[in-house]
Structure formats: C-alpha cells, structure tokens
C-alpha cells in the first residue's frame, strides 16, 4: 500500500494519477475533505481507502495500521504563506511531517516529503539543495520556517541517506482549484482575462526589476509528479532536492504566454502590492537543479510555455482536471 498524504490536494491528487496511470490503485489517500474541490479531485481516481489526517496519525503514533505499507508520500501541510498562526503550523507541519518520519525510519517504509523553495527566503544564500548549508538560511514567513525546522531536525538526525525531501518550487496545473489565494497566477490570470480581457501584475519595488519583471522558477504540476515519483522508483536514493525547472521567468513572460495559449494580444496592467507583503516579496527564485540530474533524472522540463499551453487548452478552457 502506498500512502499520499494531502492526496486530495494539488500536487497529491496529481501523483494519485499518475500512479493510477501506472495501474497502481493500492493507495490510501489521507485527507480532510474541507472543500468541494479537492472531492472533485479525487472524483476520477482510484484508491483503495480515504483517511482524516487525525486518524491516520493516531494509527501511526499506535503502530496501529491495519495493512502493510511500502511507501509514504507526505504531501499533507498548511501551504498558506501568509498563515500566522505559528502554533498551528508548528504542529501541522513540522510535528506532523517528524511523526510520519520516524515510523518510516522504524518500519523501513519509503518516506517522501514535501519541503519548499520558501525554506530559501529571499535567496541572499542561494538556492542550492545541499543539505549541509541548511543553517544560514532564513525564510521570510512561517510557512517557509516550519519547513526549514524539519529539514534541519532531518539533517540532524541523519536520516537524509534513507529519506527524501522535495524542495517544490512554483508550482502550476490542473487540480489546484481549492487553494484560493494560494492558487497559481496561471489561473487567477486566466479569469482576469476571460473577465476582463487584462491581466493585473504588481509593481516593481526594486530599481533592478521592472514591472512584473519579478522572477520565479515556475515547474508544471506533471514534471513535479514525474519528479515526485523518480523517488519512488529509486529508493536506493536519499537526501535534500529541489524540485524545479532550474529556469528564473519573470511574470511578464508569464502573462504572454497566457495570453498566446487563449489567442489573445497582451494587456497587463501594474498594480501597486499590498504593503502586508511588500517586506516579504521574492524577487527570484532559481533552483538549482544539478544534484536531482547526477541522481539519474534525466526527463525533458516543460517549458513555461508549453505548461501553461497544455494547462489553458486541456484543462482550463474545458473546465477539467487531471484523470478526467
């Protein structure tokens, strides 16, 4: 049995089909179906069983699992950058992730898990996924703070040469419908435009970039899968990876290549970012994608370009998900 924790969220109903691709239906999907968009996203798929998160983990605190398991994809946490509640993400994320870990750890079990790019904050140390240059990094909200706690409880206690974590980076694709802000600006941009013909992206505080000349590494929800899953299918490989295109866009190149994919000439309008986020903005990310290539993968990327193309005309425009 496999376990995809978060596996009505984004990235997690993504891997559940791409393991239904492969004909794998043994999975247990732990969720808390909290909106009616992450039951839709589980709606196509096959799975054997559907778990609360709180009982999956009173199971595994009891060693009480009633099959046997060979690997735990832990997709599951609270992904909100702006969320303040440092209790909460405390115990949700990083206490949570360590729990599932030492059972793995215990039973041999494959663990996988999700990490963040926000771990890096604003980049000042770069962006390179070496687990000993954890210390000086300092990420700039407490989402990207518990993430970076338990990066550094697993480096502390040796366990990345038997477990992986993934360090996603700006992740875009069909089945991200429930996350609200949190949704990528692929799609917020698409029903700006379907709305109102124009796309809205934020000014430029930094005289080195122009207006929404602010760069990300963004990375197609099927390549992160494809990612994702080269874990699975290597367990003899262990350690910290980022989980990106290794490419710096910027939201300009963004907005064109939405505006191209829906047939449309660009009209992109700058506005003036909020102030609650002013101090904490990124300007670039770009992972660096050396050590997952030495590890073996050796898959083309989409380009940023050809994701968004593939997610507007297969899955937006026919209002449609993965698996369907």
Known sequence: ??????????????????????????????????????????????????????????????????????????????????????????????????????????????????????????????????????????????????????????????AFDKIVGLKYFNVYGPNEYHKGDMQSLVRKGFFQIQETGRMRLFKSYKDEYADGGQERDFLYIKDAVAMTLFFLDHPQVGGLFNVGSGKARNWNHLAKALFSALGKEPNIEYIEMPSSIRDQYQYHTQAKMGKIRTAGYDAPIASLEDGIKDYVQNYLLPSKRLGE
Request: negative net charge.
């Open 1 to 158: 049995m496999i376990v995809v924790t978060g596996g009505a969220g984004f990235i997690g109903s993504a891997i559940v089909q791409e393991l239904n691709r492969r004909e794998i239906s043994k999975i247990l999907v732990v969720d808390d179906l909290d909106h009616e968009e992450k039951k839709k996203n589980l709606a196509a798929l096959k799975f054997a069983d559907l778990q609360d998160k709180t009982t999956f983990l009173k199971a595994i605190q009891s060693r009480a699992l009633t099959s046997p398991i060979t690997a735990i994809i832990h997709m599951g946490a609270c992904s909100s950058t702006t969320e303040t509640n440092q209790e909460f993400l405390t115990k949700n994320n990083f206490e949570y992730t360590r729990h599932l870990a030492r059972y793995s750890l215990e039973k041999g079990v494959r663990f996988i898990y999700a990490s963040s790019a926000a771990t890096y904050g604003d980049g000042a140390h770069g962006y390179l996924d070496d687990e000993s240059r954890l210390d000086p990094l300092t990420p700039l909200n407490l989402y990207g703070d518990s993430k970076h706690r338990f990066d550094l409880w697993a480096r502390d206690e040796k």
